[in-house]
T-cell receptor, first 114, second 112 residues
Framework: DGGITQSPKYLFRKEGQNVTLSCEQN?????MYWYRQDPGQGLRLIYY???????QKGDIAEGYSVSREKKESFPLTVTSAQKNPTAFYLC?????????????FGDGTRLSIL | GNSVTQMEGPVTLSEEAFLTINCTYT??????LFWYVQYPGEGLQLLLK?????DKGSNKGFEATYRKETTSFHLEKGSVQVSDSAVYFC???????????FGAGTRLFVKA
């Protein structure tokens, strides 16, 4: 079955540590996205990528970094500069840029501070 | 810019009650409209969509009609079940765009 796989499901970060969240898709989608979800709130866009080797900042990119070296993969690094990283992180993909197709989501990674 | 406003929750209903979750939007042109559902501890799943005015999206007993004149896309279900308890997100993609704009989400609790 095609889909999006996020790992790990739970992640703990120590002070001053960078952590990387994995996102892999086998849907052959061009566009990929990272969102942050805080309790009781909606989704906020961190970064998105329309094509391999290209990505753009979303609404809350500070303290985060991404790469898009392969079509299937869009890892997110939460750096030590992100002072409040505790949240639920969702990765998504869609067929193509400039299309009205819905997004497909992974099951998320919950990040907490030790 | 584009935006989506949906009713605040939580919404608490008894099983077999009628559900309405209001959603209105602001966008130029003719956006595509979506409802997503999020079950506890999971990602979002597409529930239904509509891409032009007067279209009705439907799935699993849920329906929503794209109303251009009132810029609305209200979600309805005639008889909810306990298993419908989740958070529901209204969303849009603007004309010529691809970024999805999400509403804040509405949590639904259904009691047996």
């Amino acid at each position: 079955d095609g889909g999006i796989t996020q790992s790990p499901k739970y992640l703990f970060r120590k002070e001053g540590q960078n952590v990387t969240l994995s996102c892999e898709q086998n849907l052959n989608h061009d566009a990929m996205y990272w969102y942050r979800q805080d309790p009781g709130q909606g989704l906020r866009l961190i970064y998105y990528s329309q094509i391999v080797n290209d990505f753009q900042k979303g609404d809350i990119a500070e303290g985060y970094s991404v790469s898009r070296e392969k079509k299937e993969s869009f890892p997110l690094t939460v750096t030590s500069a992100q002072k409040n990283p505790t949240a639920f992180y969702l990765c998504a993909s869609s067929i193509a840029p400039n299309s009205n197709q819905p997004q497909h989501f992974g099951d998320g990674t919950r990040l907490s501070i030790l | 810019g584009n935006s989506v406003t949906q009713m605040e929750g939580p919404v608490t209903l008894s099983e077999e009650a009628f559900l309405t979750i209001n959603c209105t939007y602001t966008a130029t042109g003719y956006p595509s409209l979506f409802w997503y559902v999020q079950y506890p501890g999971e990602g979002l799943q597409l529930l239904l969509k509509a891409t032009k005015a007067d279209d009705k999206g439907s799935n699993k007993g849920f329906e929503a009609t794209y109303r251009k004149e009132t810029t609305s896309f209200h979600l309805e279900k005639g008889s909810v079940q306990v298993s419908d308890s989740a958070v529901y997100f209204c969303a849009l993609i603007g004309t010529g765009g691809f970024k999805t704009i999400f509403g804040a989400g509405t949590r639904l609790f259904v009691k047996a």
